[in-house]
């Protein structure tokens, strides 16, 4: 993988933290599903590699992701592919670096963000086509924050890394 620097889009911010930060990590961590909550799919690549690791590990990766992800890229026929989420890691590597709450935030918006607009494409598709009943299930089956940040809910009982931030305010990454 070839390693470049690029822009700091929120993108890059967000998993610049989800790899520096376990508790940003965690948090997310919980909330991750399936393919992820970013738009892109290098983004979600690295993504899924860091929550695989918190939760094998319970820790986020920090210098460790580029062996992780060297280990993804062996054997991948799709180069273009590789090469995107190696450019992507490298913006990450290099990014600013940003305080976990303020991470949380900006990775609450964002896939909120994110969320809306891939529901939002959905339920048109549906109209589109005349699936009315398909497009309120998509509502209803989609329809929700991701609830990160500040101003969200935590389930004690699904999400650790919250609990961990309650019981130790003095512990910083």
């Not at 319970?58 to 799709?78: C, H, N, Q, V």
């Not at 940003?98 to 607009?117: N, Q, S, T, W, Y």
């Not at 299930?137 to 004690?156: D, H, P, T």
Request: aromatic share 4%; glycine share 10%; charged share 30%.
């Amino acid at each position: 993988m070839k390693v470049e620097r690029r822009d700091g889009s929120d993108n890059v911010r967000v998993l610049a933290a989800m790899i520096r930060h376990s508790s940003v990590l965690g948090r997310i961590s919980s909330r991750w599903e399936g393919r992820g909550l970013f738009a892109s799919d290098a983004a979600n690549v690295l993504g899924t590699i860091a929550v695989e690791h918190y939760r094998k590990h319970g820790k986020a990766p920090k210098s460790g992701m580029i062996p992780l992800a060297e280990a993804w890229s062996e054997g991948r026929k799709d180069g273009e592919a590789v090469e995107l989420v190696g450019r992507l890691l490298s913006e990450a590597l290099e990014s600013d670096k940003l305080p976990p709450e303020h991470a949380i935030d900006l990775a609450g918006k964002l896939f909120d963000r994110i969320a809306l607009e891939k529901l939002s494409t959905g339920i048109s598709q549906h109209v589109d086509a005349g699936q009315l009943d398909k497009a309120f299930a998509l509502v209803a089956e989609k329809g929700r924050r991701v609830e990160l940040g500040s101003g969200s809910g935590v389930n004690v009982l699904e999400d650790e890394e919250a609990d961990k931030g309650w019981f130790d305010l003095e512990k910083r990454e």
